[in-house]
């Protein structure tokens, strides 16, 4: 787990200022964030005509909710990928390629 959501999950009382939600807001947000994932990834897979079967690959390096904190903290303090990559344990690229795939999830949700 990241730093900053294990701090966030012992000191609910600081969410607001280190990402910009209160802890029961985040949450809402993680949990409803996690099932729109998990819809997209389901859809995305019933498309797919498959010559190898499922379940191989890179895993993920950050968890879900690690990969939204990281979203959260980058709108709240505007601070560089490579800040975050390190903060995150992840490269630059991945804190970018993780920060641009819930923005985009989010805001085509919204729509």
């Known amino acids: 787990m990241s730093s900053v959501l294990d701090h966030v999950e012992a000191n609910p009382q600081e969410s607001q200022r280190l990402i910009g939600l209160g802890y029961t807001e985040l949450q809402i947000l993680l949990q409803n964030a996690e099932k729109l994932h ?13 010559i190898i079967s499922s379940g191989g690959g ?18 709240r303090h505007l601070t560089t990928f490579q800040l975050l990559g390190i903060q995150f344990g992840v490269s630059e690229s991945t804190a970018n390629d993780t920060f641009n795939y819930w923005l985009y999830h ?4 919204l729509r």
Not at 59 to 69: T, W
């Open 106 to 109: 989010f805001c085509m949700k």
């Open 58 to 75: 890179r895993k993920a390096k950050l968890s879900i909710k690690e990969q939204i904190i990281l979203t959260l903290v980058y709108l």
């Open 38 to 50: 998990y819809e997209k990834q389901a859809l995305l897979e019933s498309n797919k005509i498959r």
